[in-house]
T-cell receptor, first 115, second 113 residues
Framework: DAGITQSPRYKITETGRQVTLMCHQT?????MFWYRQDLGHGLRLIYY???????DKGEVPDGYVVSRSKTENFPLTLESATRSQTSVYFC??????????????FGSGTRLTVV | KQEVTQIPAALSVPEGENLVLNCSFT??????LQWFRQDPGKGLTSLLL?????REQTSGRLNASLDKSSGRSTLYIAASQPGDSATYLC????????????FGKGTKLTVNP
Protein backbone atom coordinates (compact mmCIF):
# COMPACT_ATOMS: atom_id res chain seq x y z
CA ASP A 1 0.00 0.00 0.00
CA ALA A 2 1.21 3.49 -0.81
CA GLY A 3 1.69 5.86 2.07
CA ILE A 4 3.50 6.10 5.35
CA THR A 5 3.20 3.27 7.85
CA GLN A 6 4.29 3.01 11.44
CA SER A 7 4.76 -0.08 13.54
CA PRO A 8 3.83 -1.19 16.07
CA ARG A 9 0.60 0.72 16.70
CA TYR A 10 0.81 0.06 20.44
CA LYS A 11 3.78 -0.87 22.59
CA ILE A 12 4.25 -1.39 26.31
CA THR A 13 7.81 -1.67 27.55
CA GLU A 14 9.64 -1.58 30.85
CA THR A 15 11.91 1.16 32.10
CA GLY A 16 15.49 0.66 30.91
CA ARG A 17 14.65 -1.48 27.89
CA GLN A 18 15.59 -0.58 24.37
CA VAL A 19 12.70 -0.20 21.96
CA THR A 20 12.59 0.68 18.27
CA LEU A 21 9.69 2.30 16.47
CA MET A 22 9.52 1.75 12.74
CA CYS A 23 8.50 4.12 9.97
CA HIS A 24 8.24 3.26 6.27
CA GLN A 25 7.17 5.48 3.36
CA THR A 26 6.55 4.53 -0.24
CA UNK A 27 6.81 7.91 -1.98
CA UNK A 28 10.60 8.20 -1.96
CA UNK A 29 10.27 11.49 -0.10
CA UNK A 30 13.65 12.93 0.80
CA UNK A 31 12.62 14.24 4.20
CA MET A 32 11.40 12.23 7.15
CA PHE A 33 10.57 13.36 10.68
CA TRP A 34 9.76 12.02 14.11
CA TYR A 35 7.41 13.90 16.44
CA ARG A 36 6.03 13.12 19.86
CA GLN A 37 2.64 14.31 21.04
CA ASP A 38 1.91 14.95 24.69
CA LEU A 39 -0.94 16.64 26.52
CA GLY A 40 0.00 20.19 27.30
CA HIS A 41 2.96 20.22 24.93
CA GLY A 42 1.41 19.45 21.59
CA LEU A 43 3.60 18.04 18.84
CA ARG A 44 7.35 18.40 19.21
CA LEU A 45 10.06 17.45 16.75
CA ILE A 46 12.51 14.78 17.93
CA TYR A 47 14.71 14.16 14.88
CA TYR A 48 14.55 14.66 11.16
CA UNK A 49 16.40 13.44 8.11
CA UNK A 50 17.03 15.23 4.82
CA UNK A 51 18.16 12.10 2.97
CA UNK A 52 19.65 8.68 3.55
CA UNK A 53 22.54 8.91 6.02
CA UNK A 54 21.71 12.54 6.90
CA UNK A 55 19.98 13.18 10.22
CA ASP A 56 19.67 16.12 12.59
CA LYS A 57 18.26 16.89 16.00
CA GLY A 58 14.96 18.58 16.62
CA GLU A 59 13.58 20.19 19.75
CA VAL A 60 13.61 17.15 22.08
CA PRO A 61 16.30 14.64 20.93
CA ASP A 62 17.65 13.47 24.29
CA GLY A 63 17.26 9.74 24.88
CA TYR A 64 16.54 8.95 21.23
CA VAL A 65 18.63 7.64 18.37
CA VAL A 66 17.77 7.56 14.67
CA SER A 67 19.29 6.08 11.55
CA ARG A 68 18.42 6.18 7.90
CA SER A 69 20.29 3.71 5.78
CA LYS A 70 17.51 3.59 3.15
CA THR A 71 15.38 6.45 1.88
CA GLU A 72 12.13 4.68 2.73
CA ASN A 73 12.87 3.77 6.34
CA PHE A 74 13.47 5.96 9.39
CA PRO A 75 13.51 3.97 12.65
CA LEU A 76 13.49 5.68 16.04
CA THR A 77 15.22 3.93 18.93
CA LEU A 78 14.83 4.63 22.61
CA GLU A 79 18.10 3.32 23.98
CA SER A 80 16.97 3.02 27.61
CA ALA A 81 13.29 3.83 27.93
CA THR A 82 12.09 6.11 30.72
CA ARG A 83 8.55 6.86 31.92
CA SER A 84 8.86 10.40 30.56
CA GLN A 85 9.06 8.88 27.09
CA THR A 86 5.51 7.57 27.39
CA SER A 87 3.85 9.35 24.49
CA VAL A 88 2.32 9.03 21.06
CA TYR A 89 4.98 9.06 18.35
CA PHE A 90 4.29 10.23 14.82
CA CYS A 91 6.43 9.81 11.76
CA UNK A 92 6.06 12.21 8.83
CA UNK A 93 7.53 12.65 5.40
CA UNK A 94 7.79 15.44 2.87
CA UNK A 95 9.10 15.89 -0.65
CA UNK A 96 11.05 18.92 0.55
CA UNK A 97 12.10 20.11 3.99
CA UNK A 98 10.00 23.19 3.52
CA UNK A 99 6.97 21.15 2.63
CA UNK A 100 7.06 21.37 -1.14
CA UNK A 101 3.80 21.35 -3.03
CA UNK A 102 2.05 18.84 -0.83
CA UNK A 103 3.22 19.64 2.66
CA UNK A 104 3.84 17.02 5.29
CA UNK A 105 2.15 13.61 5.47
CA PHE A 106 1.85 11.80 8.78
CA GLY A 107 1.63 8.18 9.80
CA SER A 108 -1.06 6.82 12.14
CA GLY A 109 1.20 6.94 15.17
CA THR A 110 2.64 4.57 17.76
CA ARG A 111 1.30 4.75 21.29
CA LEU A 112 4.19 3.89 23.60
CA THR A 113 3.78 3.24 27.31
CA VAL A 114 6.84 2.83 29.53
CA VAL A 115 6.08 1.15 32.86
CA LYS B 1 11.94 30.94 18.09
CA GLN B 2 8.68 30.49 16.22
CA GLU B 3 5.61 30.13 18.41
CA VAL B 4 2.19 29.18 17.13
CA THR B 5 -1.00 29.93 19.07
CA GLN B 6 -4.49 28.66 18.34
CA ILE B 7 -7.58 30.28 19.76
CA PRO B 8 -9.94 29.08 21.05
CA ALA B 9 -8.59 25.90 22.62
CA ALA B 10 -12.06 24.37 22.45
CA LEU B 11 -15.26 25.24 20.63
CA SER B 12 -18.73 23.73 20.76
CA VAL B 13 -21.32 24.71 18.14
CA PRO B 14 -24.70 23.48 16.89
CA GLU B 15 -24.86 21.71 13.56
CA GLY B 16 -25.15 23.98 10.55
CA GLU B 17 -23.22 26.89 11.99
CA ASN B 18 -20.40 28.57 10.10
CA LEU B 19 -17.28 28.90 12.21
CA VAL B 20 -13.76 30.30 12.22
CA LEU B 21 -10.67 28.84 13.85
CA ASN B 22 -7.74 31.14 14.46
CA CYS B 23 -3.99 30.59 14.26
CA SER B 24 -1.29 33.17 14.97
CA PHE B 25 2.49 32.91 14.69
CA THR B 26 5.26 35.11 16.00
CA UNK B 27 7.71 35.04 13.08
CA UNK B 28 6.08 36.16 9.84
CA UNK B 29 8.96 34.83 7.72
CA UNK B 30 7.27 31.53 6.95
CA UNK B 31 7.51 29.29 3.93
CA UNK B 32 4.11 27.71 4.20
CA LEU B 33 1.27 26.95 6.60
CA GLN B 34 -0.60 23.70 6.84
CA TRP B 35 -3.88 22.88 8.56
CA PHE B 36 -4.45 19.37 9.88
CA ARG B 37 -7.31 17.49 11.42
CA GLN B 38 -6.84 14.90 14.15
CA ASP B 39 -9.57 12.55 15.30
CA PRO B 40 -9.26 11.02 18.81
CA GLY B 41 -6.60 8.31 18.89
CA LYS B 42 -5.75 8.84 15.23
CA GLY B 43 -3.04 10.40 13.13
CA LEU B 44 -2.96 13.79 11.43
CA THR B 45 -4.85 14.31 8.21
CA SER B 46 -3.77 17.22 6.03
CA LEU B 47 -6.63 19.58 5.17
CA LEU B 48 -5.07 22.52 3.40
CA LEU B 49 -1.60 23.80 2.54
CA UNK B 50 -1.04 27.50 1.94
CA UNK B 51 2.29 28.55 0.50
CA UNK B 52 3.73 31.94 1.41
CA UNK B 53 2.87 33.44 -1.99
CA UNK B 54 -0.80 32.48 -1.59
CA ARG B 55 -3.55 34.24 0.33
CA GLU B 56 -6.01 31.39 0.64
CA GLN B 57 -6.89 27.83 -0.24
CA THR B 58 -10.26 26.15 -0.48
CA SER B 59 -11.36 22.54 -0.28
CA GLY B 60 -15.06 21.80 -0.18
CA ARG B 61 -16.57 23.49 2.88
CA LEU B 62 -13.14 24.54 4.15
CA ASN B 63 -11.38 27.79 3.39
CA ALA B 64 -8.05 28.80 4.88
CA SER B 65 -6.56 32.26 4.62
CA LEU B 66 -3.08 33.50 5.34
CA ASP B 67 -1.87 36.99 6.24
CA LYS B 68 1.88 36.74 6.66
CA SER B 69 2.42 40.37 7.60
CA SER B 70 0.14 40.11 10.60
CA GLY B 71 1.16 36.55 11.46
CA ARG B 72 -2.34 35.12 11.17
CA SER B 73 -4.26 32.36 9.50
CA THR B 74 -7.91 31.42 9.76
CA LEU B 75 -9.71 28.21 8.92
CA TYR B 76 -13.33 28.77 7.95
CA ILE B 77 -15.73 25.82 8.09
CA ALA B 78 -19.07 26.33 6.40
CA ALA B 79 -22.28 24.58 7.42
CA SER B 80 -20.63 22.51 10.12
CA GLN B 81 -21.60 18.85 10.59
CA PRO B 82 -21.15 16.42 13.52
CA GLY B 83 -18.54 14.63 11.41
CA ASP B 84 -16.41 17.78 11.59
CA SER B 85 -15.85 17.15 15.30
CA ALA B 86 -12.11 16.76 15.78
CA THR B 87 -9.02 18.68 16.84
CA TYR B 88 -7.71 21.11 14.24
CA LEU B 89 -4.00 21.85 14.20
CA CYS B 90 -2.18 24.70 12.54
CA UNK B 91 1.52 24.33 11.64
CA UNK B 92 4.09 26.65 10.06
CA UNK B 93 7.51 26.21 8.46
CA UNK B 94 10.05 29.01 8.59
CA UNK B 95 11.17 30.79 5.44
CA UNK B 96 14.79 30.47 6.49
CA UNK B 97 14.93 26.89 5.27
CA UNK B 98 14.20 25.37 8.63
CA UNK B 99 13.00 21.83 8.21
CA UNK B 100 10.88 22.11 11.31
CA UNK B 101 7.11 22.13 11.19
CA UNK B 102 6.05 24.07 14.29
CA PHE B 103 2.60 23.25 15.60
CA GLY B 104 0.00 25.08 17.61
CA LYS B 105 -1.72 23.12 20.35
CA GLY B 106 -4.93 22.85 18.44
CA THR B 107 -8.60 23.75 18.66
CA LYS B 108 -10.90 20.96 19.76
CA LEU B 109 -14.17 21.33 17.83
CA THR B 110 -17.43 19.69 18.82
CA VAL B 111 -20.40 20.00 16.48
CA ASN B 112 -23.64 19.04 18.20
CA PRO B 113 -26.51 17.46 16.24
Amino acid sequence: DAGITQSPRYKITETGRQVTLMCHQTWSHSYMFWYRQDLGHGLRLIYYSAAADITDKGEVPDGYVVSRSKTENFPLTLESATRSQTSVYFCASSELGTGGAWGYTFGSGTRLTVV
Amino acid sequence: KQEVTQIPAALSVPEGENLVLNCSFTDSAIYNLQWFRQDPGKGLTSLLLIQSSQREQTSGRLNASLDKSSGRSTLYIAASQPGDSATYLCAVIGEGGSEKLVFGKGTKLTVNP
